[in-house]
């Protein structure tokens, strides 16, 4: 059988040789195109897994700006709360800063969870800065009756520190040092979230930068459930928790509080 010749529009005889370079060229520039579009997307899946921000699962967790409704400017290490929903251990000294909190002492602050978390996988990070003395900076996730259940340390002065565990008995979030000397530390934000890789901050140009900053009037919110000041006796609810707004975690006990500045408030307290 006799073929006829194919040719091109310029003329030129489509061979076999030509034929197989051309094939060659499609080849290599879909194995071109394959490539790129493979760089994209490992582009954007950096850009998700920098920059995707899962919930945050502790109360007033930016130091930068916390919720402090008993109005102190220092905490002395007394075993008792500080800054809304953090628990301040016997000789750990919490001082509040304009861009963080200075925690200094031997031991740690802790938050307690309301309830146990499901069985899942979490993770705890904190962003610290100016971390001095011989003792490491300890993140601790735990139980409030059994104890730690996994621990990450540093001896960084800046950083990030986080720890990861796989449990159903996550109800206590500690960050603070081991009890071997007297050191301090300026925490800037702390989070706790579900799944092993954390989301609180991302790094530009070698530097900690937070994902996100949370609304100041949400978190506020959430800490009211647990204790609510007012300037006067007449504005504090009585009756119970479902006459306070936010509805609080359980009815409340009535106190007093003096603040910094000399100024005594009216408190209902549902704390942990």
């Known amino acids: 059988m006799a073929y006829q010749k194919q040719y091109f529009q310029n003329g030129e005889v489509l061979t076999a040789e030509r034929l197989n370079h051309i094939e060659d060229g499609i080849v290599n520039q879909d194995e071109q195109i394959l490539e790129q579009k493979e760089q994209i997307n490992q582009v954007n899946e950096n850009i998700k897994k920098i920059y995707a921000v899962n919930k945050n699962l502790l109360d007033n967790w930016y130091f930068g700006n916390p919720v402090n409704q008993r109005g102190k400017t220092e905490y002395p290490g007394n075993a008792n709360y500080t800054i809304d929903r953090w628990w301040g251990q016997y000789d750990t000294n919490l001082k509040i800063k304009d861009d963080g909190i200075v925690m200094d002492g031997s031991w740690n602050i802790d938050q307690h969870l309301e309830n146990t978390l499901p069985n899942g996988t979490y993770t705890l990070s904190v962003l610290f800065k100016e971390h001095k003395g011989t003792d490491v900076l300890r993140a601790i996730i735990g139980n409030k009756a059994t104890g730690d259940i996994n621990v990450n340390a540093t001896y960084e002065s800046d950083g990030l520190l986080s720890v990861t565990a796989t449990s159903d008995k996550i109800n206590r979030l500690t960050f603070g040092f081991a009890g071997k000397g007297t050191d301090s530390v300026k925490l800037i934000a702390a989070k706790l979230e579900l799944g092993s890789t954390q989301t609180l ?3 530009e140009n070698g530097q900690w930068v937070l994902n996100e900053i949370p609304n100041y009037a949400e978190e506020l919110a959430k800490c009211q459930r647990y204790f609510h000041v007012y300037n ?13 707004v936010p509805t609080m975690r359980a009815n409340p006990v009535q106190s007093t509080i003096t603040t910094a500045d000399g100024k005594t408030l009216y408190a209902n307290s549902a704390d942990l």
């Open 201 to 203: 901050a991302h790094q």
């Open 232 to 244: 006067t006796s007449a504005a504090r609810p009585t009756g119970g928790m479902y006459n306070c």
